[in-house]
């Protein structure tokens, strides 16, 4: 079974940029689509992006679009989700997740639900 483990968040400065990764263990790790999360304090855990598992579709939440960018390295087990323009609002711990393998369920690319395996977060904190 895949395993992921976030990395990269930290605090950084309103207009700054970071980088997560998020690194999978397992096999066959280029047949799962991975998603970012995000669940601000108080709030429901909301899409962020994520990417189908050639890598040649990805799909972003409106309040990041433009600003966040998600890549995978399926020969590194990795998917990155770059981060720049950063927002106080983007403050809160990110999540990366990954659905089954040949995934056929009812659930799209954006919806939580379709997600099994989660990582435990990294924490980003944007201020000036």
């Known amino acids: 079974q895949v395993h992921v483990v976030e990395s990269g968040g930290e605090w950084v400065q309103t207009g700054g940029s970071l980088r997560l990764s998020c690194v999978a263990s397992?096999?066959?790790?280029?047949?799962?689509?991975v998603g970012w999360f995000r669940q601000p304090p108080g709030k429901k855990r909301e899409f962020v992006a994520s990417?189908?598992?050639?890598?040649?579709?990805?799909f972003y939440a409106d309040s990041v679009q433009g600003r966040f960018t998600t890549t995978r390295d399926n020969n590194k087990n990795t998917v990155y989700l770059f981060m720049s323009r950063l927002k106080p609002e983007d403050t809160t711990v990110y999540y990366c997740?990954?659905?089954?393998?040949?995934?056929?369920?009812?659930?799209?690319?954006?919806?939580?639900?379709?997600?099994?395996?989660w990582g435990q977060g990294t924490q980003v904190t944007v201020s000036s």
């Open positions: 997740a990954v659905d089954s393998p040949y995934y056929s369920g009812p659930y799209s690319y954006t919806s939580s639900d379709r997600y099994s395996i």
């Open positions: 397992g096999p066959d790790f280029r047949n799962y689509a």
């Open positions: 990417t189908s598992t050639g890598g040649g579709h990805q």
